[in-house]
């Protein structure tokens, strides 16, 4: 879980690099990739 929490944080700090860059296409791409995150630590808390 805490792995999890981590590569979240790290992504959502990528995002933003990207979005401030304005290259928006990786910036979605990785969005994405901090959905997928929240989505699996939202059901590791639940099923705990």
């Known amino acids: ?3 999890l929490i981590e590569q979240y944080e790290n992504a959502k700090l990528r995002a ?3 979005m401030q860059k ?3 296409n ?3 791409q990785t969005l994405v990739e901090v959905n997928e ?3 699996q630590i939202q059901l590791l ?3 705990n």
């Open 1 to 3: 879980m805490k792995t």
């Open 16 to 18: 933003k690099a990207f």
């Open 22 to 24: 304005g290259n928006l």
């Open 26 to 28: 990786a910036y979605f």
């Open 37 to 39: 995150y929240k989505q």
């Open 45 to 47: 808390s639940f099923a």
